[in-house]
């Protein structure tokens, strides 16, 4: 059992940056998938990034290819999702899951709450 806890979403400016945090409260990351989706109002939950805890391969998806970047953090046990040159359609709901395999949203078993990123004009 696996529970999430994000951090870091707030409201930014169009262009710019943050990062987002994601930490097991209960439980760990080992030789597990951690990946971040996101909810854009009126869509599905969307793919944005994975890291394999094991190997550190990263996967990214393409709707922030190339303005996303997941890494694990200095911190034990923590994995950050820094998010760049934003865009007001990057406005969503940003959501930690642990447990699956790469991209397949249905894979990942546990989910934190999201952290909700706005993106003003």
């Known amino acids: 059992q696996v529970q999430l806890v994000e951090s870091g979403g707030r409201l930014v400016q169009a262009g710019g940056s943050l990062t987002l945090s994601c930490v097991p409260s209960k439980g760990t990351f080992r030789m597990y998938f951690v990946a971040w989706f996101r909810r854009v109002p009126g869509k599905d939950r969307e793919f944005v990034a994975a890291i394999n805890w094991s190997d550190d391969k990263t996967y990214y998806g393409e709707s922030m290819e190339g303005r996303s970047t997941i890494s694990k953090d200095a911190a034990p046990n923590s994995v950050s999702l820094q998010l760049s040159r934003l865009k007001p359609e990057d406005t969503a709901v940003y959501y930690c899951?642990?447990?699956?395999?790469?991209?397949?949203?249905?894979?990942?078993?546990?989910w934190g709450q999201g952290t909700q990123v706005t993106v003003s004009s």
């Open positions: 899951a642990v447990g699956g395999v790469s991209s397949f949203i249905d894979s990942y078993p546990y």
